[in-house]
């Protein structure tokens, strides 16, 4: 794979960091990864793909992208606006989005945002909008504000061994360790004692408000290209719960189920290749 780096804005002080299957000024396919991963998750996947163009991107504060300023924060909508940016900034069309888990979810509201600009729409174990339930509200943004406020006085950890941090991921994430450790690398980095996380500490807060089931239906509403969903028979509950009750949303929709967890394009590169590629125009 071959690393890139995107400027975000004319002064080209805040970049996207990411890997591309080739040298190319456009890609056809663009992957978004999921929360705490990074774009190496999809390294499995473009190993596999020798004509394909493709770029996976690291997400704002994760693995080698750029941290936001001081005093900014890691919002969904931040991360859907800084995906808007980059296609605009590049002026990238006919794109297919290829996304898992949070990147999926920020896919599908890109592709809700830009429908002159997506293709196709292609999802991995995400689909809808994950919403909040109903009268929790002040409790949420109660708990997430004073999480806000006791990062301020924690420090970043730093670890003797990488190993172990392999290892636990792979276990959190039901993954093999050769997977985890694609995962866990990028977004480490070495210090005078050891290692310790490129990942900004503010990704690891949560959002102080959460969407509305009527605000899914509308994202879900406004996507207007085909969409494919792939999901894990051992993967995540909540979304096989989401699809049920918004399906119906989506005429276009199309999904395959394949052996595999959270991280089946991970497990399961080929099967999930054959799909991508099998519904992507060559260029």
């Known amino acids: 794979m071959i690393a890139t780096r995107y400027p975000l804005d004319a002064q080209r002080s805040f ?3 990411g890997v591309a299957t080739g040298d190319f000024v456009s890609p056809s396919i663009l992957a978004l990864h999921g929360w705490l991963d990074n774009a190496a998750s999809f390294q499995p996947l473009f190993a ?6 493709a770029v996976a991107v690291d997400f704002a504060g994760h693995g080698l992208s750029d941290h936001r300023a001081a005093g900014a924060w890691y919002y969904f909508t931040e991360y859907v606006a800084d995906i808007v940016q980059l ?9 297919h989005l290829l996304g898992h888990s949070m ?5 599908q509201v890109v592709a809700a945002l830009c429908p002159e600009r997506i293709s196709r729409l292609t999802l991995i174990e995400a689909f809808g909008l994950w919403i909040s339930p109903s009268g929790q509200f002040v409790e949420h943004l109660k708990k997430a504000l004073i999480d806000r406020r006791n990062l301020v006085a924690k420090r970043p950890p730093v670890y003797s061994d990488k190993e172990r941090l ?4 792979a276990e959190k994430s039901n993954l093999n360790t050769d997977l985890a450790r694609l995962i866990v690398e990028r977004n480490l980095v070495s210090v005078e004692q050891g290692y310790t996380w490129t990942v900004d500490p503010r990704v690891r807060l949560a959002s102080p408000f959460r969407f509305t089931a009527e605000q899914a239906v509308d994202m879900l509403k406004h996507i207007e290209c085909p969409v494919d969903l792939i999901l894990g028979d051992q993967g995540t509950p909540d ?5 049920k009750i918004w399906e119906a949303y989506l005429p276009q929709l199309q999904v395959h189920r394949l052996q595999g967890g959270h991280h089946v394009h991970m497990e399961q590169p080929q099967q999930v290749a054959q799909i991508v590629s099998g519904i992507t125009e060559k260029s």
């Open 103 to 107: 990147g999926g979810f920020v896919a």
């Open 239 to 243: 979304i096989v719960r989401g699809l």
């Open 166 to 169: 392999v290892r636990l991921r």
């Open 15 to 17: 970049h996207l960091a």
């Open 87 to 95: 296609l605009e900034t590049q002026d990238w069309h006919s794109i």
């Open 48 to 53: 596999l793909w020798n004509d394909e163009k």
